[in-house]
């Protein structure tokens, strides 16, 4: 079956920091990739997709491009802000509409 | 509607009753999904629709949960006999076709006592 392996958390940075959080998939086919954001007392929102091989998807300054050679699509921003504090979840949608997510990363940012 | 709406926000219930959940997508939306998030937990997917039927009930964690939709528009998703380890949010998401982005609702905050 699909999986997703998301780098474990949490993690904490420093405002300004730069960010990376891993995500590796397995799946049949082409899945569109996806990254979900859960900001505090929120609900989950699309951060940015991806729907075929070394497409880029972005949003907010975060970046994330699908590897089908590496089966990734790792999230990466220049540089964290104290808002971007939330839970991160890395997720696909196989051909067939089966969608799975990964078990999520919590940032926090510090000033 | 404006977005997608779940019902109740909160539901208490004692172990063995029966609890139903539902879920209004956003208007024109084909897809329908149904998502577990138990506390410090990920995203379990449980089921979702095409229209008014269910390709794949694979995702269900027992036979006492069962979800239907009709008319293309609401989805309900009901447990029967419900057990502690039920305990969870329930989080439904639309979407305008598979493999497209999903729209979250709130959630249901199911408390088993």
């Known amino acids: 079956g699909n999986s997703v392996t998301q780098m474990e958390g949490p993690v904490t940075l420093s405002e300004e920091a730069f960010l990376t959080i891993n995500c590796t998939y397995t799946a049949t086919g082409y899945p569109s990739l996806f990254w979900y954001v859960q900001y505090p007392g929120e609900g989950l929102q699309l951060l940015l997709k991806?729907?075929?091989?070394?497409d880029k998807g972005s949003n907010k300054g975060f970046e994330a491009t699908y590897r089908k050679e590496t089966t990734s699509f790792h999230l990466e921003k220049g540089s964290v802000q104290v808002s971007d504090s939330a839970v991160y979840f890395c997720a696909l949608s196989d051909e067939e509409g089966k969608s799975t997510f990964g078990d999520g990363t919590t940032l926090t940012v510090k000033p | 509607g404006a977005g997608v709406s779940q019902s109740p926000s909160n539901k208490v219930t004692e172990k063995g009753k029966d609890v139903e959940l539902r879920c209004d997508p956003i208007?024109?939306?084909?897809?329908l999904y149904w998502y577990r998030q138990s506390l410090g937990q990920g995203l379990e997917f449980l089921i979702y629709f095409q229209g008014n039927s269910a390709p794949d009930k694979s995702g269900l964690p027992s036979d006492r949960f069962s979800a239907e939709r009709t008319g293309g528009s609401v989805s309900t998703l009901t447990i029967q006999r419900t057990q502690q380890e039920d305990s969870a949010v329930y989080l439904c998401?639309?979407?305008?076709?598979?493999?497209?982005?999903?729209?979250f609702g709130a959630g249901t905050r199911l408390s088993v006592l």
């Open positions: 991806a729907t075929k091989a070394d």
């Open positions: 208007s024109g939306h084909t897809a």
């Open positions: 998401a639309s979407s305008l076709g598979t493999q497209n982005i999903q729209y």
